[in-house]
């Protein structure tokens, strides 16, 4: 491999050292040892984010991630030594292989270990990249949780690693769980669980564990772990008898107490989640083997394996002798809005918008179990009387004139994305249908809703946008169309959210589902992840319910 430099760029307080090699070392925690015969290409170990760029001449590598420990709880002893309470949790591990080309850009973040707590003293800080806060109250006090450390990258045309590092947590193909902050006083004090790995670890909850799918339930507290982030540390827990620690970042956040749990998307070569045993912060490192990663075999000849038209999941099994396949994904339609005129005859006010269209071709295996959604078309609202329902997958509610302000007026129900979803490493959601959003490698939006006359001040007849794309469209408002990011749905506080389109409102239309959805009147945006062999968004113009066919 030819000497280079790379340039590597940082946010955050402290610089990086470049060797002639290309090996890039942070400030902070040892790097992780790399495989034997791979040649090093860049290793980030102080917590912040970074962008890393493929050199020339390879065209494959391997991230070896691992997330931040959780921290400890200490005690300041009448005779000024110090007690350790509890501990706080290793972080997890992942290891992941994937197929890149050169110049591709990935970003990186390193998780930050989790701030130890003193009781009567100080509360343990959330470590960078997801970890949650620890607590205190009354002298007793918690460790804060590790951060996750992630490699990520946009979906096909979104520039978010180049466009200031601002990929987001549905960007992540590689993910490492923080370790959970330790306990103050709760049976002498617990230490905080193990990050991901498949699943992360709680040792005060052992079954609220974060999985692939969700953080668990947190014990029912509604401000509980999320997608990316862990949970605030609380107490007393129970009653009187202690505070708990601050949750791991990771894929999935851990409750509080608990490690995050790990990811690897399953568009990697090759992948596995050893689970938690890093101490200190997190750590990223990056190599390649000697042999460059061969080209992936299509089929033979052209042919439709299947054709999914019912709204709802369906699973489809790759058949014997396939290694690639083509999906072409279609969202719904939006649903229009109607009135009954006094002859009885009906005037169709406003048409819903058209669902999107995604291509994308992508490295599958014999036997594997692949999860297909479509969508459903919004439904159609007649005026004074009923609303438009929601379309399956996605779409958002039409309004439904119970406010004084909409003078009987209604809209139509926001179009359904239709999607393709795989499960990360470990993760068989798939064989039962039961993969969420967060697993989706493709989308195609979902069209929005049709607006009533008059609304908003805005003489009627106003459709629903189509879905997309890489961007949705919206005649309302023209502004608020949802990308690769999430965008904001105007002054409308019910807005549209990861997969979902925003309700209908004052006469206008619902958006449409889709990677992200549609806002007011909008129609949602589509994805196709960039591991995928290749992609694209031919223009939208599906009407009725959503559709997936698979070809060779």
Not at 145 to 164: E, F, L, M
Not at 480 to 492: F, K, L, S
């Amino acid at each position: 491999m030819e000497a280079m430099t790379r340039a590597v760029q940082r946010i955050g307080p402290l610089a990086l050292g470049i060797t002639a090699l290309g090996l890039v070392t942070g400030v902070g925690s040892a790097p992780a040892q790399q495989a034997t015969g791979a040649v090093a290409l860049a290793s980030f170990t102080t917590p912040g984010t970074y962008l890393w760029k493929v050199p020339a001449g390879v065209s494959e590598v391997s991230f070896d991630v691992f997330g931040a420990r959780g921290g400890g709880v200490l005690a300041i002893l009448p005779g000024g030594s110090v007690q350790v309470v509890s501990n706080g949790g290793s972080g997890g591990e992942a290891q992941g292989s994937f197929a890149v080309h050169k110049g591709e850009k990935f970003q990186v973040n390193v998780g930050g270990q989790g701030g130890t707590a003193t009781e009567y003293s100080t509360t343990g800080a959330g470590g960078f990249n997801g970890g949650g806060g620890g607590a205190q109250y009354s002298g007793e006090a918690s460790g804060g949780g590790g951060g996750a450390s992630d490699v990520r990258i946009g979906g096909r045309q979104d520039p978010c690693v180049g466009n200031q590092l601002s990929c987001q947590v549905d960007d992540r193909i590689i993910v490492a769980g923080g370790g959970g902050g330790g306990t103050d006083h709760l049976i002498g004090g617990i230490s905080g669980g193990a990050g991901g790995g498949l699943v992360g670890t709680n040792l005060q909850a052992p079954g609220d564990v974060a999985t692939q799918e969700t953080s668990g339930s947190c014990s029912g507290i509604s401000d509980g772990a999320g997608f990316g982030y862990g949970q605030d540390g609380y107490g007393p827990y129970p009653s009187g008898s202690g505070y708990l620690g601050g949750g791991g970042g990771g894929w999935w956040g851990g409750c509080a107490d608990g490690g995050g749990s790990g990811y690897v998307s399953p568009l990697a070569l090759a992948g596995s989640l050893p689970g938690g045993t890093s101490q200190g912060d997190g750590s990223v490192l990056i190599t390649t083997s000697s042999v460059p990663a061969g080209s992936r075999p299509s089929a033979a000849t052209a042919t439709t394996f299947a054709t999914f038209t019912a709204p709802g999941a369906h699973i489809w099994t790759v058949p014997a002798g396939i290694t690639a396949a083509t999906f072409n994904v279609w969202g719904a339609s939006g649903g229009a809005v109607a009135a009954i005129l006094p002859d009885h005859s009906v005037e169709v006010i406003s048409s819903g918008g058209a669902g999107g269209h995604t291509k994308s071709r992508v490295a599958v295996q014999p036997g594997e179990q692949i999860q297909v959604t479509v969508g459903g078309q919004g439904g159609t609202a007649t005026e004074y009387t009923i609303p438009g329902a929601a379309g399956v997958n996605g779409g958002g509610v039409g309004d439904d004139n119970d406010d004084e302000s909409d003078s009987g007026t209604v809209s139509g129900g926001g179009g359904g994305g239709s999607d393709v979803r795989i499960g990360g490493t470990g993760n068989s959601c798939a064989a039962t249908a039961s993969c969420g959003y967060t697993d989706r490698i493709i989308a195609a939006g979902g069209g929005g809703g049709g607006a009533d006359d008059t609304v908003g001040g805005i003489n009627g007849n106003m459709n629903g946008g189509n879905g997309g794309g890489l961007t949705g469209f919206d005649l309302f408002y023209p502004n608020d169309t949802t990308g690769q990011e999430p965008g904001v749905c105007g002054t409308y506080n019910g807005g549209a959210g990861f997969g979902f389109g925003a309700d209908g409102w004052n006469g206008v239309g619902a958006g449409g589902g889709g990677w992200w959805g549609g806002c007011l009147n909008g129609g949602a945006s589509g994805h196709v992840n960039s591991l995928t062999l290749s992609g694209s968004f031919p223009p939208g113009t599906r009407t009725g319910d959503g559709m997936v066919k698979i070809t060779s």
